[in-house]
């Protein structure tokens, strides 16, 4: 192996799941400032946000459709192979179907439930069992680190809203996946955290407001920022095992809860 390439496969290495403009491109911009080599997967990596990553932070994408367990088979052995096993992994969709969003249960497609609890849960078992996989193996660092699995998570992985039965579905089986891991893998050396955002996430427009593609524009702070939810990510990888988190709900200081 050259010289240059065994310097890259030693950097950490940080794989973002799900590829949009607010929590994942702010986490490939963090984590590319940090020093990570950074991949983002998604069902389309030809996003505008994805190419503008591609042009300016040198992120590599990959298209993934993460509930399918031979297209994120295909994703970690193209990752593993272009920039090495990855240290830090996102798993950052959200899965709900809106056809099925805020419909009272009388009225909610079978079909999309499952289409749901498939893009939000099914794919975070699919990702972390890879994740694991390539983990494991590695030595761990100084503070006994192998690697850190982090989940995405929203409010209704906490308490299930009205008219929401499906997605609450989704994110309670995610939660409950990752407190299974958490127990499974950390003492391991694998940190494994969950994010419940209590919030609309808002990422930042050029003239400094926050957009929503539901809540609109605000330049107040009553849209959570994804940058610094992206900072709280990146806190959770270096914390010291002494103390690692396990889940750290966010909201901004609007929120009711």
Not at 8 to 19: F, M, S, T, W
Not at 35 to 51: C, E, F, I, S
Not at 52 to 60: F, I, K, R, S
Request: hydrophobic residues 40%; negative net charge; proline residues 5%.
């Amino acid at each position: 192996m050259a010289a240059n390439e065994d310097k890259v496969h030693r950097q950490e290495v940080a794989l973002i799941v799900g590829g949009g403009p607010g929590i994942s491109a702010s986490c490939a911009r963090l984590f590319v400032r940090e020093g990570m080599t950074v991949g983002v997967a998604a069902r389309n990596p030809d996003k505008p946000v994805l190419k503008q990553l591609e042009d300016t932070m040198a992120v590599t994408s990959y298209r993934c459709d993460a509930a399918d367990p031979g297209s994120v088979n295909d994703l970690f052995e193209a990752v593993v192979g272009d920039l090495g096993a990855p240290n830090l992994v996102v798993h950052n969709i959200d899965g709900r179907v809106p056809d099925i969003f805020r419909k009272e249960i009388t009225e909610a497609d079978p079909d999309l439930a499952l289409q749901t609890i498939k893009n939000g849960a099914f794919s975070a078992f699919l990702v972390a069992r890879q994740a694991a996989m390539q983990m494991l193996p590695r030595d761990p660092d100084e503070n006994g680190l192998r690697g850190t699995i982090i989940f995405t998570n929203a409010s209704a992985g906490i308490k299930g809203y009205p008219k929401s039965g499906a997605f609450a579905m989704a994110c309670h089986a995610k939660t409950g996946l990752a407190q299974s891991l958490a127990r499974e893998l950390m003492p391991q050396g694998i940190h494994v955290a969950q994010v419940p955002i209590d919030a609309a996430v808002g990422w930042r427009q050029q003239d400094g407001s926050r957009a929503h593609r539901r809540a609109g524009t605000d330049v107040n702070d009553n849209l959570a920022d994804s940058d610094q939810i992206a900072e709280t990510y990146l806190y959770l990888h270096r914390q010291p095992r002494s103390t690692w988190a396990f889940e750290v709900s966010l909201r901004p200081w609007v929120e009711n809860w």
